[in-house]
């Protein structure tokens, strides 16, 4: 079975700081992907960053880099200079399989809160 | 990038009534939809999966008699809530992928109040 691991249910983090989001998760599909989605308060789910499993390099997206460890099997978020504007919550989602109809499933979420 | 729109965002109904929510693909042809419901303060529960001109494929605990999917086209799924009771009060939100797409795409949800 798959299951996606969010052991940090809060956490603050002053303005321009660097804050790490930890993600584990389990698998026995050799084939999988792992994101990080945002969820502000409006509650839309916002797609920030994408790692494949066979990928050699970690995934980057502006501000956003996925620290992927395969072996330990880790999937951690980096959001470089923080801004008030990232306070929201953040899922880590993991999908399995090759079929573009395999389906998601979220960790717990981290709410995250950026002081001025 | 691709869109996903819910109509409608918001909604509220008196219980026994029922209530369809559409999801729709923007710019591109969506082969799978999938519908999740959130509680407040929780994560996000996979209802089912559809996959356009097939029956849905509920989840666990999910009944099928109850939230009704439609995927009656590439850019088109409903999701119908029957009979509802103030317990289906939730933040409901579909995510479409396509064939060219690499991830799924969310809309924004519509939240469902039933008095």
């Known amino acids: 079975a798959q299951k996606i691991t969010q052991t940090q249910p809060g956490m603050f983090v002053q303005e321009k700081e660097a804050v790490t989001l930890d993600c584990t998760y389990d698998t026995s599909d050799p084939s999988y992907g792992l994101f990080w989605y945002k969820q502000p308060s409006s509650g839309e789910m916002i797609f920030l960053i994408y790692?494949?499993?066979?990928?050699?390099q970690n995934a980057t997206e502006g501000r956003y880099s996925l620290n992927f460890q395969k072996a330990r099997k880790s999937a951690n978020l980096v959001i470089s200079a923080s801004q008030l504007g990232d306070s929201a919550m953040y899922f880590c989602a993991m999908r399995g399989g090759y079929s573009s109809a395999s389906k998601i499933i979220f960790g717990s979420g981290t709410r995250l809160s950026i002081r001025p | 990038g691709a869109v996903v729109s819910q109509h409608p965002s918001w909604v509220i109904c008196k219980s026994g009534t029922s209530v369809k929510i559409e999801c729709r693909s923007l710019?591109?042809?969506?082969?799978?939809m999938f519908w999740y419901r959130q509680f407040p303060k929780q994560s996000l529960m996979l209802m089912a999966t559809?996959?356009?001109?097939?029956?849905?494929?509920?989840e666990q605990g999910v009944e099928k008699d109850k939230f009704l999917i439609n995927h009656a086209s590439l850019t088109l799924s409903t999701l119908t809530v029957t009979s509802a009771h103030p317990e289906d009060s939730s933040f409901y939100i579909c995510?479409?992928?396509?064939?060219?797409?690499?991830?799924?795409?969310f809309g924004p949800g519509t939240r469902l109040t039933v008095l």
């Open positions: 710019d591109f042809q969506a082969t799978t």
């Open positions: 559809s996959n356009e001109g097939s029956k849905a494929t509920y």
């Open positions: 995510s479409a992928e396509g064939a060219v797409t690499d991830t799924q795409y």
């Open positions: 790692q494949g499993s066979y990928d050699q």
